[in-house]
């Protein structure tokens, strides 16, 4: 029996400059989702949660997608591949929102690796700085943020353990 671990994140000698990740699935926006993110993060604009308003007092005449929320789904598709073993996201450098989503945009993202350099006060990790995009699906760029990781070194970082053992399917 072979036992598969799938992985997430990954360490720092597994990222060279000039490397591109597509991270997969891309997520199509509902009004609920733009709705509910509004409301946890106390964003009441009405460019974003009134349709009558949205209509009648704004450039796009619909409802906008709040763009923190375009930013998050970017950053949270990107923890796979980029910062799912990481210590910690240390800055976003930068920040833009390019042009505006609606509900039923679908977004993806993409990130490359931009640099890469060893801590100078511990071997055992590294910082990694990466930029990453958001196109919705007629391929036009919607959010793009640079951000550096630090990240173990393969031999430093700690070993993934899970609750149960191979046991569980001895068990009925």
């Known amino acids: 029996m ?7 994140g990954r360490y720092f000698e ?12 891309g997520k ?12 946890i993060t106390m964003n009441h604009h009405p460019l974003h949660t009134n349709e009558w308003f949205a209509q009648n007092e704004t450039v796009h005449g619909k409802n906008v997608v709040v763009g923190n929320l375009v930013y998050s789904l970017a950053l949270g598709m ?23 989503t609606f509900h039923g945009d679908t977004i993806y993202a993409v990130s490359k ?16 700085s990466v930029e990453t995009r958001a196109l919705n699906q007629r391929e036009e760029e919607v959010c793009y943020f640079r951000r550096k990781v630090l990240v173990w070194k393969r031999e430093a970082a700690p070993q993934r353990n899970f609750p149960y053992g191979e046991e569980i399917w001895e068990k009925r």
């Open 113 to 128: 690796v931009i640099n890469k350099i060893e801590s100078q006060s511990k071997e055992d990790r590294g910082v990694v």
């Open 14 to 25: 597994d990222f060279e400059i000039g490397d591109v990740y597509r991270h997969w699935p």
């Open 78 to 100: 990107s923890v796979p591949d980029i910062s799912g073993s990481a210590i910690a996201n240390l800055e976003v450098e930068s920040l833009s929102h390019k042009r505006a």
């Open 2 to 8: 072979t036992t598969y671990d799938r992985p997430f």
């Open 28 to 39: 199509t926006i509902t009004e609920a989702d733009d709705h509910l993110f509004c409301m």
